[in-house]
């Protein structure tokens, strides 16, 4: 008997799980008929524990570790969830503020923020794909952040944040259309400042 409060059977997958808004959504989403995969770069202690808090909620969790500024990392962790037969939805939340300013930016530096954000949400959407059109109901969340439209005399500009989250932005974009034929949404969300730990990095 339904009792009005059971959900459909699902599999999502969460990157930069271990604070802040992916642990929040992964509370958020927990419950008996879902699975989470939930990622962090090398917080695994944290991670385990919103493992546990979904588990504890009738869920199914399971760990992924690597930095996703490694080009394997992505295809690694689609491969790790359709072995456990399906995905649902990406929620591609991992990131972090880099305030260098602009003068003193590093190639280096630049290069990975956009390795780590627009890229890794580049590979880990292409190996998704077919995951996503095989679902009743495929979904793609882009978190983004408000660093990459708030630009002010006497502000801190974050240019290797704000580019990469452009760049997420527009990838965004691109896949919405590229998808919209198989029923997957896509969207992408800005959020303002967020309180987590300190020293945080998804």
Do not use: W
Not at 19 to 42: D, E, K, M, N, Q
Not at 112 to 141: D, N
Not at 175 to 180: I, Q, T
């Amino acid at each position: 008997m339904n009792n009005g409060d059971e959900r459909p059977p699902r599999t999502v997958l969460i990157t930069g799980a271990a604070s802040g808004i992916g642990a929040a959504l992964c509370h958020r989403l927990a419950g008996p008929g879902t699975t989470l995969f939930v990622h962090t770069r090398a917080r695994q202690s944290d991670v385990d524990e919103v493992a546990q808090a979904v588990i504890a909620k009738g869920g199914q969790a399971h760990v992924l570790l690597g930095d996703l500024a490694d080009v394997q990392v992505a295809d690694e962790m689609i491969a790790a969830v359709s072995k456990a037969g399906g995905l649902d939805a990406l929620v591609a939340n991992a990131g972090f503020a880099d305030k260098t300013p602009l003068a003193t930016l590093a190639d280096e530096t630049l290069d990975y923020s956009l390795a780590a954000m627009p890229g890794a949400f580049h590979r880990l959407c292409r190996a998704a794909m077919p995951l996503l059109q095989a679902a009743p109901a495929g979904r793609v969340v882009a978190v983004s952040s408000f660093v990459a439209h708030r630009f002010q005399l006497g502000g801190v500009s974050m240019p290797a944040s704000a580019a990469a989250k452009a760049g997420l932005e527009a990838l965004a974009r691109a896949l919405a259309v590229d998808l919209a034929p198989f029923g997957v949404t896509v969207n992408c969300v800005a959020p303002g400042y967020v309180e987590k730990q300190a020293g945080a990095h998804a």
